[in-house]
């Protein structure tokens, strides 16, 4: 048995589910843990190890815990859309995060549009984008529906 143990009821996760081991909980846990908001909710976000952040369908960001907070310049991303957050070169330049004609093929983007439409949460995806000050940035997401918003996850820190 590994040390994976979902966070809500403490049943031992499938090692092999990139996601549930990301996530730290079970499906269905996840989605309880996820509704009930709260303190709950931010007790849980921060439990993770991913930088991780709630978007809406127009990625912006309704919720992050302090790892994704901290590659935040001003540490402050609620309200933020994810490419602002992240500082992404093209939503400096081309016009609102998710708005712009490079957004079309923005991996973010559709994963976070994918999974809400489908509800199939996707892990290991690799993104490169843009960066302000960096050439460029690459790193691995995973996604995961939560009702009407999306749970994105950094796998490896940009
Ligand atoms: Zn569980």
């Known amino acids: 048995m590994g040390q994976g143990a979902c966070f809500r009821c403490g049943h031992s996760l499938d090692e092999n589910d990139g ?4 996530t730290k909980t079970c499906a269905s846990c996840f989605s309880l843990l996820l509704s009930t908001g709260g303190k709950n909710l931010s007790d849980y976000l921060e ?12 990625q912006t960001i309704v919720f992050a815990n302090n790892r994704f907070r901290a590659m935040v310049i001003d540490h402050n991303s609620s ?6 957050a992240l500082d992404c070169m093209y ?20 994963s976070v549009e ?8 996707l892990c290991r995806v ?16 995973a ?3 939560v009702g009407t918003k999306v749970l994105l996850l950094l796998e490896s820190q940009p």
């Open 19 to 22: 996601l549930r081991v990301l």
């Open 47 to 58: 439990s993770l190890d991913a930088p991780s952040a709630l978007l809406d369908h127009e």
């Open 79 to 84: 309200g933020l859309r994810v490419g602002e």
């Open 91 to 110: 939503a400096a330049t081309l016009g609102r995060c998710g708005d712009s004609v490079a957004c079309l093929l923005c991996k973010i983007k559709r």
């Open 114 to 121: 994918h999974t809400l439409l489908t509800g199939e949460g």
């Open 126 to 141: 690799p993104i490169s984008y843009p960066h302000k000050t960096d050439s460029r940035r690459t790193f691995l997401i």
């Open 143 to 145: 996604t995961e529906r």
